[in-house]
Every structure is written in structure tokens, then in C-alpha cells.
């Protein structure tokens, strides 16, 4: 079992930039990929950023690309989504994740362990 917290959340006007931390602790061995999420009211969670923890490999979903950037100090077991250039629309619960698999790091479906969430609240 990985245990996942994250922070750095919080509320900035529509422009501004946040940087979100997820520190892993626990059975951190054979973990393959972390990725953030995002979920907001009314609307299915989405997978938004990726990295492999094997090769450092990153995917974005479309609507973040460009803006946000996932990265991941091994030495902290934390893994990082800077997002710049924030828009309401991006508002939502954040959370990030890690998952085994050996599956492409951008196939969200088998992500198995879970942060309790960080909320980003961007006003216009």
C-alpha cells in the first residue's frame, strides 16, 4: 500500500501559477507511474499529467499542455504539477496517483492508489 499526500493547493486569479507536491510513502517499490488528476464539480475525474517513474517520460492531457508540468524528485519521493497561466476553467479537486502496471503511464484506468486531494480554486 502507497500512501499519497498532497498540497500546495489553493485560490489565485486567473493568470496566476500553483505548484502542487505529492509526497509517497510506504510500498513505494515497483511503482511504475505517478499522475495528477483533476476532478471538478458535476464531472468525471480526469487524468491530466503523467510521468514515468522508469524513464522520466511525461504526457498532458491537451487542455494543460503547455501550461503545466509534472516532475519528480526520486530523492523526496514527491512528485510536483506546476501549473502556470491558471483559468477558471482549470478549478476543480486535484489529486494525484501511482499505479504498478506496466501499462503506458497514460492509460488512467488502473491507477490504484490515491491522495486525499488538493482544491484549486482560479477566479476570473
Known amino acids: 500500500q502507497v500512501q499519497l499526500v498532497e498540497s500546495g493547493g489553493g485560490s489565485v486569479q486567473a493568470g496566476g501559477s500553483l505548484r502542487l507536491s505529492c509526497v509517497a510513502s510506504?510500498?513505494?517499490?515497483?511503482?511504475?507511474?505517478m499522475a495528477w488528476f483533476r476532478q471538478a464539480p458535476g464531472k468525471e475525474r480526469q487524468g491530466i499529467a503523467d510521468?514515468?517513474?522508469?524513464?522520466?517520460?511525461?504526457n498532458y492531457r491537451r487542455s494543460v499542455k503547455g501550461r503545466f508540468t509534472i516532475s519528480i524528485d526520486d530523492a523526496k519521493n514527491t512528485v510536483y504539477l506546476q501549473m502556470n497561466n491558471l483559468k477558471p476553467e482549470d478549478s476543480a479537486m486535484y489529486y494525484c496517483a501511482t499505479k504498478a502496471s506496466a501499462a503506458w503511464c497514460g492509460y488512467y484506468a488502473d491507477y490504484n492508489d490515491w491522495g486525499q486531494g488538493t482544491q484549486v480554486t482560479v477566479s476570473s
Open positions: 510506504g510500498d513505494t517499490g515497483g511503482r511504475t507511474c
Open positions: 510521468i514515468s517513474m522508469t524513464n522520466g517520460d511525461t
